[in-house]
């Protein structure tokens, strides 16, 4: 770089504002006035007024959205002075502005893919809101600038030179960002007062810069515009027929005062350095135009510098400010842009499988921009679903939450009542017919149930999940990763056990804290250990002979192991095993037993974790034994923590699917209800609580009927989140009802008794007490409860009336029928219409019992006030297991009852709702890192069988269509 043209810079980066008079956006003195000078149009000043009006816009936008900050990054590759100067000038601007501006400055070595990869960086960052790569890029290898320029994401182009931007200025669509230059200079024109319609506009050079986007605007402001180059004859005669001439041809006082028309607006885009003995630099500045000569002929004439120049910076900022103003808008917008999928229901009703492959999924991506998810927030899995980043919190942390809807059930037949196909006609109902915002909160289905009894938990008929393939094979593997966490403590406890049996305290300590390069070192959570155990020292090498042993054994007590390894299918042989039969395991066999992957510890704690730091917090504190003094020995005392979360990471996203209508669905977690507290995960309920705003809804369910997981939403799940519902929704049918007054026995795979196909109100009166049962557990929560009926098609309209009347009298907010089944969302707005009235009433939620309670007494207020007993009654060894975990500390947990899910009582064979009876606890645990301490009210398997023909037999691959067939 000359010496020249370095003065030239340093006398560009310098130029004063100061420079042009203040008090007019043209600069005009006595003597001109006289002579009949142009009118000297001050880019400066009019730039200084732009700067000011959008300093006010900003102010007033961080006003109605707090912590919004206007984003624009400043890539430049290598480190031209020239790029430098102009770099500076556009970051004093936007700080002056407002605007949190940053040099993204990268290596001359940079390659294209490299280049590529940050420039899609920035537009997926939310906080980025222009983008603009400082040209000529500087750089070793060769890389196509205009790829990069087409890179920056049409929304962020500040700059307006991508494609897109510059095609939607040609064909007249002004909705774009506006190239800089051009728009500055149409401001100048604008702002003489000469009227632009119908004048003559000559621009004079076709740049894609400049020239040639210059006379688009011009053309579109209703000029009539003749464009001019280095091939145009006659050029003279033409500029001078202009009204306005525009020029920027790149040679140094080309045009002449001959060139112009007589009071034409003379706009000079030129900026070029010529030599000027005269100045302390050598060097002045000039224009494309001779300003001494055009001065004396234009009208108005913009200065060099001082003109244009000032005027691409301001309006590089004005684009940065409208796309902020966008951002934000689209952030706190209170609707969704959501299209909802047609739906045409068929008659008779098909399989589940069959509608749901006749309907064609939205492109996930796509549902997720409806939703108001950034593109960095959404991790793709195919086209049918995705995981949605934790971020998305931080990002609507200021965001009202919506209203909070749970839908339970009254006690289920084994059919079930339809608790998820209620919940998805609901959403369908909310978001497609009554265009609210709306998310549907649900648990991941195990693969158990999917091939033993129930071949698929989307929901059914019209109101599902889709593709429901998907929902209910794998999904994301987020319930594999649960198994993986889970077996891989299982493996770490039995070994630390085989290990300690078969080494003295300073080999075991020495091979728990080797020498690596001779150097001994305690990893972050042995350190942890060490200071749980009171040993103040971090160098393994100072630690006394005592402190080994204190340090390197945990004494587990082998009968006290209350951790068992999981698989997610129903495996009844793996239901009491024997462990250690290898000769290699030196005699140390013990007895244990496999469960099913969902009823894993960690899949309660993914389900109640607020965020990743809570997790990890759990995974460590969850107990697997007790050692043989009768202390706690938990995850992090075994080493494993940090390992578990590492497999668990990914697994705390929650999976973005969608309903047969196109609206969301967040799916997450699948804890059992009988043994765990069967619900969606906080985290999924949370995301989909700030993204449908305050007017929005998010209808999550609890599992089994509402003594079970409802009760457990409540005190378990509702106490950790801090979350309180709106309101219940309570599904129940007339046959349910039915069975439960004493009619015959309901059973998967065998014809329904015509009790049950035929109008027997007198039956259905009997059952009442059960429905009633379940209202006044909803009640008991402070939630105004609507029933919902779900019709089926041998109901009657007298039976419904007799279902309806009898929930409002009991104190029900509403009672309607639903046909959400047969005819998706259009069948459920009578539901849809109670769940928004209710939400309107006061919240008054409140929770059953208070945790200072004794752990018995926890016990007994859940079973007289959901089930209706009059007490419970613990076995011995429950009495013991409840002392020693209220000595250990536990004792203020929340309660959850491990109980049937087929009666209100601890029998499942027992129908209605009993009054009065005993309750028997036989068995009581902590689950610690999930925050609860479990009552075993009874035999409850934690390990499902297979029937003697499960629904395997149905499901199979087609080989020549790839499709999953036999989900029903």
Same mark, same amino acid.
């Given at each position: 770089m000359s010496a020249q043209y370095q003065r030239f810079l340093k006398v560009l980066e310098k130029w004063p504002a100061e420079k042009t008079k203040v008090g007019s956006e043209w600069s005009c003195d006595s003597t001109?006035?006289?002579?009949?000078?142009?009118?000297?149009?001050?880019?400066?000043?009019?730039?200084?007024?732009?700067?000011?009006?959008?300093?006010?816009?900003?102010?007033?936008?961080?006003?109605?959205?707090?912590?919004?900050?206007?984003?624009?990054?400043?890539?430049?590759?290598?480190?031209?002075?020239?790029?430098?100067?102009?770099?500076?000038?556009?970051?004093?601007?936007?700080?002056?502005i407002g605007i949190n501006a940053l040099h993204v400055q990268l290596p001359r070595s940079i390659t294209e893919m490299e280049l590529l990869d940050k420039v899609r960086e920035l537009n997926a960052d939310p906080q980025v809101h222009g983008i603009i790569v400082q040209m000529p890029l500087d750089c070793e290898a060769s890389i196509d600038a205009h790829r990069i320029a087409d890179a920056v994401s049409p929304a962020k182009d500040v700059d307006g030179l991508h494609t897109l931007n510059e095609g939607r200025l040609a064909t007249g669509d002004l909705t774009g960002f506006l190239p800089c230059t051009p728009w500055g200079c149409l401001e100048l024109i604008r702002r003489t007062g000469v009227e632009i319609a119908g004048a003559h506009a000559v621009v004079l050079g076709r740049s894609k810069i400049v020239g040639t986007p210059a006379a688009e605007l011009l053309k579109w402001s209703n000029a009539t515009v003749t464009v001019c180059h280095s091939k145009t004859r006659n050029l003279e005669e033409i500029t001078r027929s202009a009204d306005i001439l525009l020029v920027g041809i790149g040679v140094p006082e080309m045009v002449k005062g001959s060139w112009i028309k007589p009071g034409a607006v003379v706009i000079d885009c030129g900026i070029n350095c010529k030599p000027d003995a005269s100045k302390a630099s050598g060097t002045r500045l000039v224009g494309d135009v001779d300003y001494e000569q055009a001065k004396l002929v234009a009208g108005y004439l913009t200065p060099v510098p001082g003109g244009v120049g000032p005027m691409t910076v301001a309006m590089l900022m004005k684009n940065t400010v409208a796309s902020a103003t966008r951002a934000a808008a689209r952030a706190n917008r209170k609707s969704w842009q959501l299209q909802p999928l047609p739906l045409r229901p068929a008659r008779p009703v098909?399989?589940?499988?069959?509608?749901?492959?006749a309907q064609r999924p939205k492109n996930i991506g796509h549902l997720a921009e409806e939703i108001g998810l950034e593109p960095n927030e959404v991790s793709l899995y195919g086209s049918n679903k995705a995981k949605i980043s934790l971020n998305v919190l931080q990002r609507l942390r200021t965001r009202q939450a919506g209203k909070y809807v749970v839908v339970a059930g009254i006690t289920p037949t084994p059919l079930g009542e339809g608790k998820t196909t209620t919940l998805m006609g609901l959403v369908q109902a909310l978001g497609a017919h009554r265009q609210r915002n709306v998310v549907a909160a649900l648990r991941q289905p195990s693969q158990g149930p999917t091939f033993g009894i129930k071949g698929g938990a989307a929901g059914g008929g019209y109101a599902q999940v889709i593709p429901m393939e998907e929902f209910n094979l794998h999904l994301t593997g987020d319930i594999h990763a649960v198994s993986a966490a889970n077996n891989l403590l299982a493996a770490q406890l039995d070994t630390r056990i085989f290990h300690e049996a078969?080494?003295? +305290? $300073?080999?075991?300590?020495?091979? !728990?804290?080797?020498?690596?390069? &001779?150097?001994?070192?305690?990893?972050? #959570?042995?350190?942890?250990?060490?200071?749980?155990?009171?040993? +103040? $020292?971090?160098?393994?090498?100072? !630690?006394?002979?005592?402190?080994? &042993?204190?340090?390197?054994?945990?004494? #587990?007590?082998?009968?006290?192991?209350?951790?068992?390894?999981?698989?997610?299918?129903?495996?009844?042989? !793996?239901r009491d095993i024997t462990i250690g039969q290898s000769p290699t395991e030196k005699g140390l066999v013990r007895k244990t037993r496999f469960s099913i992957a969902v009823a894993s510890e960690i899949m309660a704690v993914l389900a109640l974790s607020g965020c990743l730091a809570d997790m990890k917090k759990r995974l460590g504190e969850m107990v697997v034994a007790f050692n043989k003094s009768g202390q706690p020995v938990t995850a992090d005392d075994l080493g494993v923590t940090g390992a578990l979360a590492v497999l668990l990471k990914d697994a705390m996203e929650p999976n973005l699917m969608q309903s047969l209508e196109g609206t969301p669905v967040l799916v997450h977690a699948g804890p059992f209800a009988n043994i765990a507290h069967g619900c969606n995960s906080i985290i999924a309920d949370e995301i989909g609580l700030k993204l449908v705003g305050s007017d929005g809804y998010v209808c999550t369910e609890a599992g089994f009927g509402s003594d079970i997981g409802m009760e457990k939403f409540c005190n378990i799940k509702c106490r950790s989140s801090g979350r309180n519902p709106d309101a219940m929704v309570l599904v129940t049918t007339v046959r349910a009802i039915k069975m439960h007054g004493g009619g015959a026995p309901v059973t998967p795979g065998a014809p329904l008794n015509k009790q049950y196909t035929e109008e027997n109100l007198e039956l259905l009166e009997q059952g009442l007490p059960n429905l009633l049962q379940h209202i006044s557990n909803g009640r008991a929560f402070g939630m105004p409860v609507i029933v919902s009926i779900n019709a089926h098609v041998a109901d009657t309209p007298a039976e419904h009336k007799l279902l309806k009347d009898a929930a409002l009298k009991a104190g029900a907010f509403a009672a309607v029928v639903s046909t959400h089944w047969s005819d998706g969302g259009a069948g459920a707005v009578p539901l849809a219409d109670a769940v928004i009235e209710a939400c309107k009433l006061p919240n008054k939620f409140k929770l059953l019992y208070d945790l200072e309670l004794p752990l018995v007494d926890k016990m007994n207020k859940i079973a007289q006030t959901m089930y209706g007993a009059a007490k419970v009654e613990l076995s011995q060894e429950a009495l013991k297991q409840v002392q020693r975990l209220t000595d250990a500390g536990y004792g203020k947990l929340p309660i959850c009852m491990s109980k049937t899910s087929g009666s209100l009582t601890g029998d499942a064979n027992i129908k209605g709702a009993p009054k009065g009876f005993t309750l028997n606890v036989e068995n009581v645990y902590v689950s610690a890192g999930a925050g609860f301490v479990v009552a075993m009210c009874g035999d409850i398997t934690k390990m499902p069988g297979l029937s003697t023909r499960p629904a395997i037999y149905d499901i199979d691959l087609n080989t020549e269509t790839g499709q999953i067939e036999g989900l029903f």
């Open positions: 001109s006035k006289m002579t009949g000078e142009a009118k000297i149009i001050s880019g400066t000043l009019v730039a200084k007024n732009i700067r000011e009006e959008l300093c006010r816009e900003v102010k007033a936008l961080r006003a109605t959205h707090e912590a919004f900050v206007p984003g624009l990054r400043i890539v430049q590759v290598g480190g031209r002075e020239d790029s430098n100067v102009y770099i500076r000038m556009k970051i004093k601007a936007a700080t002056e098909p399989s589940d499988i069959v509608i749901a492959r078969t080494q003295l +305290d $300073k080999a075991l300590y020495q091979r !728990l804290v080797p020498k690596v390069k &001779g150097q001994r070192k305690f990893s972050p #959570i042995q350190l942890r250990r060490l200071q749980r155990l009171g040993i +103040d $020292k971090t160098d393994p090498d100072e !630690l006394t002979e005592t402190e080994y &042993g204190k340090f390197a054994r945990l004494d #587990i007590d082998p009968e006290t192991i209350m951790w068992e390894r999981v698989v997610d299918i129903n495996d009844r042989y !793996l």
